[in-house]
């Protein structure tokens, strides 16, 4: 007679043995075999470090979603039509040149680092 035990045991081995037949387990088992090397290597120091920048990524990620949708609300509520006086008056606000700022600063990090070659280069589009 055939316990519970044997019978799951069974049923999981018939469900493995695809796996096992394609070789496919192996990379199961690699997998569980790097993220234990990576919980070996992990310290504190570099668990902090992965939670700041995780933190900052959702930040600006929070950030960014939020002003887009704040614009796009007050655009929907403005019946008028954009012209170039209102772009040219958006211009003039402190804000909004901080804003193009940021912007234009990171664009000319970027170029300075594709110049430069310290990016990799894969990521160079020619």
């Known amino acids: 007679m055939n316990s519970p035990e044997n019978e799951s045991l069974t049923a999981l081995l018939e469900k493995l043995e695809p796996l096992l037949a394609g070789g496919r387990l192996d990379n199961v088992v690699d997998l569980l075999s790097l993220l234990s090397d990576g919980v070996d290597i992990a310290d504190n120091a570099l668990v902090e470090k992965l939670a700041g920048l995780f933190e900052g990524v959702v930040a600006v990620g929070w950030e960014g979603g939020m ?60």
């Not at 170039?84 to 940021?102: E, K, N, V, W």
């Open 67 to 126: 002003a887009l949708r704040m614009a796009h609300t007050e655009l929907q509520l403005d019946p008028r039509p954009a012209h170039f006086r209102s772009l040219y008056a958006l211009l003039r606000q402190p804000d909004t040149l901080l804003g193009l700022m940021l912007v234009l600063r990171t664009l000319q990090i970027i170029g300075g680092r594709i110049r430069t070659g310290t990016l990799p280069p894969d990521t160079i589009v020619e």
